[in-house]
C-alpha cells in the first residue's frame, strides 16, 4: 500500500487565490459537477459523504449542481434531508445489484429503478424537486431521428452515423441528440451557459424526478431509456453522458468557483470522445476549478490497479466484484480522511496542485 497521498486537489489560478485568503467555505462555490461513469463513483463515495454531510451543509448561498447519470444520482443524495443516509441506501443496493447471465434492457432497467427507489427513499423526489438552497440540474440526451429508436439495428446505426459526425466535430452530435436539463426551481441557473448544443430546459415535479435520473443513466442498448417524460419535448430520453460526459468546463460563467469531485484529472467532453484522445482535454486555464480525484499512486494501490468500472461486470463474477468493490470503498476513506485534514490544516494550499 502507498503511503502517498491518496488525495489529489488541483486549483485554478483564480480558485487558488481565493482559498488561500478565506480557507476553505462552503459559500466560496457556485457550482458542483457530478460526471458520467457508473461504478468508478464508488471511489468517491466516502469523499461524498464528507461533502455532502458536512462541508456543504454547512454555506448558505445558493448551490447549483449539475450532473449526468451517475453524477445526477449522486446529487441526488445531496438535496435529501440526510444526504449520507441517502448515500448509504444507494452504496447498498448499487452493492447488491445482480443479473442473469445476458441480462437484457428491461432486466437491467428494472435494477437501475430499484436502485432509484432505494436511493429516493420516501420523500427524496419531493426534497429534490423543491429543495430551497441546492438547485439540481439533470442532464439527458434526447434521442432525434433515428437516435430516438428502440429497434436495435436502427439504434446501432443511428450510433454509428453519431460517433461518426462527432469525430468530425462535437456540435455535429446536435443532429443526433439534443440535450435537455431536469431543474429544480422555476428557472435553470444562468450560471451554467451551456450554449455549446441546443439546449431546453424542463422543470422538475416531483413525480419527473425518478424518470429524469433514469433516463440520465440509461445508456443506449443497455437500458431501456425513458419516453415522453411529462413537461419535456416528446421523445426517447437517454443517458446525459453522451453529450457530457465530463462536461465542457469552459462555459462556466458563475461568480464563484466550481467544486468537482471527479475520478481523474482528465476532462472527457461527451461519452463519444472517450475514442479520441485529442478530445480529451487538460484541466489548466480553467481558473475557478478546484478538482478532487484521487492520485495515481493511489489508485495503482487498489488490488486491480484501477478504481471501479463497467468491465468489472464482465471480466468478474458477482461475489468476486463485490468483493473488490468493498475494497475499494473501504480503501477510498483516505480520499475523505485527507480533504477532512485539509480544511483543518493552516495552510489551506498545503499539498495541493496549482493549474497555470
Known amino acids: 500500500m502507498s503511503s502517498r497521498p491518496a488525495l489529489s486537489v488541483y486549483l485554478g489560478k483564480r480558485a487558488a487565490a481565493t482559498i488561500a485568503e478565506q480557507?476553505?467555505?462552503?459559500?466560496?462555490?457556485?457550482?458542483?459537477?457530478?460526471?458520467?461513469?457508473g461504478p468508478k463513483w464508488l471511489i468517491l463515495s466516502r469523499l461524498d459523504r464528507l461533502l455532502f454531510g458536512e462541508f456543504l451543509p454547512r454555506g448558505q448561498r445558493e448551490l447549483s449542481v449539475l450532473g449526468s447519470s451517475i453524477g445526477a444520482w449522486r446529487h441526488a443524495c445531496l438535496a435529501q434531508p440526510d444526504p449520507v443516509a441517502a448515500l448509504a441506501r444507494f452504496e447498498q443496493a448499487y452493492l447488491e445489484q445482480s443479473y442473469s447471465q445476458k441480462p437484457g434492457p428491461a432486466e437491467i432497467s428494472a435494477a437501475s429503478a430499484r436502485m432509484l427507489e432505494h436511493l429516493l427513499g420516501t420523500d427524496g423526489a419531493s426534497a429534490i424537486a423543491a429543495h430551497p438552497r441546492i438547485r439540481s440540474h439533470i442532464v439527458t440526451a434526447r434521442g432525434r431521428g433515428p437516435a430516438g429508436a428502440t429497434r436495435p439495428a436502427v439504434l446501432a446505426a443511428?450510433?454509428?452515423?453519431?460517433?461518426?459526425?462527432?469525430?468530425?466535430?462535437?456540435?455535429?452530435?446536435?443532429?443526433?441528440f439534443q440535450r435537455v436539463v431536469f431543474h429544480s426551481g422555476a428557472t435553470p441557473a444562468?450560471?451554467?451557459?451551456?450554449?455549446?448544443?441546443e439546449t431546453v430546459y424542463t422543470p422538475l415535479r416531483p413525480a419527473t424526478v425518478p424518470l429524469a435520473l433514469h433516463a440520465s443513466g440509461s445508456i443506449p442498448f443497455l437500458l431501456a431509456g425513458e419516453r415522453d417524460i411529462a413537461g419535456a419535448p416528446a421523445g426517447q430520453y437517454w443517458d446525459g453522458?453522451?453529450?457530457?460526459y465530463h462536461f465542457d468546463l469552459r462555459q462556466y460563467r458563475g461568480e464563484g468557483l466550481m467544486l468537482y469531485p471527479h475520478f481523474g484529472a482528465g476532462i472527457t467532453p461527451g461519452w463519444f470522445d472517450k475514442f479520441l484522445p485529442w478530445r480529451t482535454s487538460g484541466i489548466r486555464h480553467l481558473d475557478d476549478l478546484v478538482l478532487l480525484c484521487?492520485?495515481?499512486?493511489?489508485?495503482?494501490?487498489?488490488?486491480?490497479?484501477?478504481?471501479?468500472?463497467?468491465?468489472?461486470f464482465r471480466r468478474l463474477d458477482?461475489?468476486?466484484?463485490?468483493?473488490?468493490?468493498?475494497v475499494c470503498l473501504d480503501r477510498s476513506q483516505a480520499l475523505a480522511d485527507e480533504f477532512a485534514a485539509l480544511l483543518e490544516n493552516r495552510d489551506p494550499l498545503a499539498g495541493v496542485t496549482l493549474l497555470s
Open 190 to 197: 444562468p450560471l451554467l451557459g451551456l450554449t455549446d448544443f
Open 158 to 176: 443511428a450510433m454509428g452515423a453519431a460517433a461518426v459526425g462527432n469525430s468530425l466535430h462535437r456540435r455535429l452530435l446536435n443532429f443526433a
Open 294 to 312: 484521487p492520485s495515481g499512486d493511489f489508485v495503482a494501490s487498489l488490488p486491480q490497479r484501477k478504481i471501479p468500472d463497467r468491465s468489472d
Open 23 to 37: 480557507g476553505w467555505h462552503p459559500d466560496l462555490f457556485s457550482l458542483l459537477l457530478g460526471a458520467s461513469g
Open 318 to 326: 458477482a461475489a468476486e466484484r463485490v468483493a473488490y468493490w468493498r
Open 241 to 244: 453522458g453522451i453529450i457530457d
